[in-house]
């Protein structure tokens, strides 16, 4: 078992910065692959940023250059680094992982809103 904990989520205005985090225990050995989804309100899921196992990043296209995904294994620690947001930013975001047996892991959801 994996269990996720999210943090940083805020209300911030646009064109402000917000780094969430997520942290990681149980077994974290496992983890192939992990990353971060966002729903907002009336809206599906959707993939913002993955990193694997062995540090490749991939973005959603609407979000390079904004977002950066990042993790530091000695703290056992995601990151997500929210530049210059937006309105259309404003939604729950989810940490996620996947084992490496096709296990999936959610978090609880962190809320960041943007103001206009």
């Known amino acids: 078992q994996v269990q996720l904990v999210e943090s940083g989520g805020d209300l911030v205005q646009a064109g402000g910065s917000l780094r969430l985090s997520c942290a990681t225990s149980g077994s974290i050995f496992s983890i192939n692959a992990m990353g971060w989804y966002r729903q907002a309100p009336g809206k599906q899921r959707e993939l913002v940023a993955v990193i694997t196992r062995g540090g490749t990043t991939t973005y959603a296209d609407s979000l390079k250059g904004r977002f950066t995904i990042s993790r530091d294994n000695a703290k056992n620690t995601m990151y997500l680094q929210m530049n210059s947001l937006k309105p259309e930013d404003t939604a729950v975001y989810y940490c996620?992982?996947?084992?490496?047996?096709?296990?999936?892991?959610w978090g609880q959801g962190t809320q960041v809103t943007v103001s206009s």
């Open positions: 996620h992982a996947k084992s490496l047996w096709g296990n999936d892991y």
